[in-house]
């Protein structure tokens, strides 16, 4: 099974930001969640982009560089668990070009083939 949200470090307006995304469950829409982070947590403009993985409490981290011996960073939000988001986006998730028969749902594209049935896009 293949997941759909996924978990970066972003910036909306002025503020550094985890930025959680998901699919919506029953129609193709892509919701991103901007929670604030404490200021203090030294972010950098390239941090930017990066997978970031929830550690628990309203604490995330993330790995400064590519390699496996790259250090990691912890941010915390700025109310711990409690932080609400301080920007909410939707973006539709257009339908795919295809010449076969297809629906959203489970939070997938689907296309109908003959032989399998429904399978994921």
């Known amino acids: 099974m293949r997941y759909t949200h996924t978990t970066v470090i972003g910036k909306y307006e002025h503020t550094f930001c985890v930025v959680y995304s998901d699919n919506m469950w029953s129609e193709p829409v892509r919701v991103s969640h901007y929670w604030p982070i404490i200021e203090q947590d030294l972010i950098r403009e390239q941090d930017i982009g990066k ?36 920007h909410t986006e939707e973006h539709p998730l257009p339908k795919p070009k295809l010449r076969v028969e297809t629906r959203y749902s489970d939070a997938r594209w689907q296309k109908l083939l003959q032989s399998k049935g429904w399978v994921n896009i």
Do not use: C
């Open 51 to 86: 997978p970031a993985r929830d550690a628990g409490g309203g604490v995330y981290s993330y790995r400064l560089g590519e390699q496996s011996f790259s250090g990691w960073v912890s941010v915390h939000l700025r109310n711990g668990s409690a932080t609400k988001p301080i």
